[in-house]
Nanobody
Framework: QVQLVESGGGLVQAGGSLRLSCAASGRRFSTYNMGWFRQAPGNEREFVAA????????HYTDSVKGRFTISRDNTMNTVFLQMNTLEPEDTAIYYC???????????????WGQGTQVTVSS
């Protein structure tokens, strides 16, 4: 079992940056593919970015390509989401999740963090 704890959210002006972290418990972090998802009020949870176990392969939703970067440090059991050039439309609760499948679908992820709020003001 994996427990995930996100941190790094907050309030930022449009054009600013934030770096989210997700710390995982357990000794098998490196066997999980990791994903970041977000959910805005009234919206369904949507895929943001994913990274394969080794960190060699990543995938992004179109709206964040070129602005967000997902990375991981398997020695620290942590996955990161660097978010640059933030836009008000990025405002949401951001969740990290772990899966044995490399997927963009929330239903394929077995473990979820509690989420961290990101608010971008215009």
């Amino acid at each position: 079992q994996v427990q995930l704890v996100e941190s790094g959210g907050g309030l930022v002006q449009a054009g600013g940056s934030l770096r989210l972290s997700c710390a995982a418990s357990g000794r098998r972090f490196s066997t999980y593919n990791m994903g970041w998802f977000r959910q805005a009020p009234g919206n369904e949870r949507e895929f943001v970015a994913a990274i394969i176990q080794s960190g060699d392969t990543t995938h992004y939703t179109d709206s964040v390509k070129g602005r967000f970067t997902i990375s991981r440090d398997n020695t620290m059991n942590t996955v990161f989401l660097q978010m640059n050039t933030l836009e008000p439309e990025d405002t949401a609760i951001y969740y990290c999740a772990a899966s044995l499948r490399y997927s963009v679908l929330p239903l394929h992820y077995n473990y979820w963090g509690q989420g961290t709020q990101v608010t971008v003001s215009s």
